[in-house]
């Protein structure tokens, strides 16, 4: 008999083979709206900071891009501009910008004083649902440069990245997201449910992270409950996540042979195995009460939030491959390789993001082992390695780059 997860999922197929090759975008009836664009100057002097007010959550958009002759622009995914914006006349180093919607997002563009060298990095504010694009002077303007270093720096909030404020980049906050749960039990088989083992993997590398890392950890879940993906994506945004790692465990459509552990990251699927496992893991939102939110996913949507994700793309594939090496070496298991592959609950974080699948629920020896407390605290222990490694590295690369 075929299950309402996997009825749902064949239903959402249907939907992305009508849309694709169109290059429409169906709105979300709750579209958010920017109502205020607000301009002022860094605290500590060292540029300025462009404020997108908006009356919802956003949930991705992308890094601001050159587009030549002082040009930069970014977009806000799935976002309006309300009819009634206010908006700051231009000030600083900005000298035009605009906000234009297409297809359901907003463009927003902006360009700076002739021959001005600025930084642009977007990122959300902390206490609302604010987009803040913070615009530093380069040190490629050397007038600009020495007049900064006369002036003592001091740590700023919200004011995005500089030396001072080097602590908010630092990798200091850990998304464990525990798969399925409640009345979503993921893949059930030889009596071991998915929601179980994903559960007592998370709070073990949680609890690793913690006692050894002195990190702090999120959990989406730390219990036997049910919550939406969108959600999840929003807990650790919200939380200032730094690393998001969705735990989850694999199935194979027909027979039991299939084993072992494979890492995903946010893309578009190269392999059969790859959409098997997206469409499994994505067809839980039919226990969603409100579907509305994906109604409007396609395959241009997904292209698009890969572009968006596309600045943590580097650092996703490396905790990937960190966490195959581990999972080989530490617990002893079999892998699968890195691959991509369209999952929502990654598009919707906004930090280099990666699923794991720990191994076959399908598969007898890879279920006992997932099942049995030895296996979970292996896995577990690897996990917990490969994402200590990319601490290391990735803290390494900030410290290059920010004491310069
Ligand atoms: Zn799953």
Not at 49 to 74: M, N, T
């Amino acid at each position: 008999m075929i299950s309402p997860a996997i009825r749902y999922s064949c239903k959402i197929l249907g939907v992305l083979f009508l849309t694709m090759g169109s290059s429409s975008y169906a709105a979300s009836p709750d579209q958010t709206g920017i109502t205020r664009v607000s301009i002022t100057e860094r605290s500590d002097k060292t540029g300025y900071v462009l404020r997108l007010h908006s009356d919802k959550y956003i949930q991705a958009f992308s890094p601001p891009r050159e587009a030549g002759d002082d040009r930069y622009e970014l977009t806000v995914f799935n976002t309006d501009v309300s009819t009634s914006i206010r908006k700051d006349d231009p000030s600083g180093p900005i000298s035009t910008y605009n906000l234009t919607t297409r297809d359901g997002h907003t463009v927003f563009r902006f360009t700076v004083l002739p021959g001005m060298k600025i930084d642009a990095s977007a990122y959300r504010d902390r206490d609302t649902n604010d987009l803040l694009v913070g615009l530093i002077y380069s040190s490629g303007d050397s007038q600009t440069t020495e007049t900064i270093a006369a002036r003592p720096l001091q740590p700023v909030e919200n004011d995005g990245p500089s030396v001072g404020a080097r602590n908010r980049w630092r990798l200091d906050t850990i998304v464990i997201d525990a798969g399925h749960g409640g009345k979503d039990p993921g893949t059930s088989k030889h009596g071991v449910r998915e929601k179980d083992v994903t559960l007592a993997v998370a709070k073990k590398v949680g609890a690793y992270l913690e006692e050894y890392l002195k990190v702090n950890v999120i959990y989406t879940r730390d219990d036997d409950r049910f919550i939406d993906l969108k959600k999840r994506g929003e807990i650790a945004n919200k939380a200032g996540g730094k690393l998001f790692v969705s735990i989850h465990a694999d199935a194979q459509a027909r027979g039991s042979s299939a084993n072992g552990a494979t890492m995903y990251i946010l893309g578009t699927h190269k392999t059969k195995a790859a959409r098997e496992a997206m469409e499994r893991e994505n067809s839980v939102v039919s226990f969603e009460a409100d579907q509305s939110a994906y109604s409007g996913i396609n395959n241009q949507s997904i292209i698009m939030q890969t572009l968006a994700q596309s600045s943590y793309m580097r650092q996703s594939e490396q905790l990937a491959s960190l966490l195959e090496k581990q999972f080989a070496q530490r617990a002893n298991r079999k892998t699968r390789g890195v691959k991509q592959a369209g999952f929502w609950v990654l598009w919707h974080a906004s930090m280099p993001a990666v699923l794991i699948e720990l191994g076959f629920v399908t598969n007898r020896g890879d279920a006992r082992y997932m099942d049995s407390e030895l296996g979970q605290t292996y896995l577990a222990s690897a996990i917990y390695r490969a994402i200590r490694d990319y601490k290391f590295e990735y803290e390494k690369e900030l410290s290059l780059t920010t004491s310069q």
